[in-house]
């Protein structure tokens, strides 16, 4: 079983920038292909970003390429989401998952959320 817990949501204003990170419990966390999704209100959750295990390669949401960076510290058992250049329609409420498959389909388990609002 594993924990994620994501912090670093907040309020900002748009064009500036935020830092997410997910603190996951459990000894297996790098072999877990790790996942960022976000859940704006009426809207459907969508992925954003999702690194593979050895961080080799990332993969990023068309809405978010160049502005958003996922990363991931095995040692620490925590994956980032460096958000920059933030805009009022990135609001949301933002989810890691992790994927024991390492395949990027199917995410086993999942964190609580954290909430970002950009304002215009």
């Known amino acids: 079983q594993v924990q994620l817990v994501e912090s670093g949501g907040g309020l900002v204003q748009a064009g500036g920038s935020l830092r997410l990170s997910c603190a996951a419990s459990?000894?297996?966390?790098?072999?877990?292909?790790m996942g960022w999704f976000r859940q704006a209100p009426g809207k459907e959750r969508e992925f954003v970003a999702a690194?593979?295990?050895?961080?080799?390669?990332?993969y990023y949401a068309d809405s978010v390429k160049g502005r958003f960076t996922i990363s991931r510290d095995n040692d620490k058992n925590t994956v980032y989401l460096q958000m920059n250049s933030l805009k009022p329609e990135d609001t949301a409420v933002y989810y890691c998952?992790?994927?024991?498959?390492?395949?990027?389909?199917?995410?086993?388990?999942w964190g609580q959320g954290t909430q970002v609002t950009v304002s215009s």
């Open positions: 459990g000894r297996t966390f790098s072999s877990y292909l």
């Open positions: 690194i593979r295990s050895s961080g080799s390669s990332r």
């Open positions: 998952a992790a994927d024991s498959r390492n395949m990027g389909l199917k995410y086993d388990y």
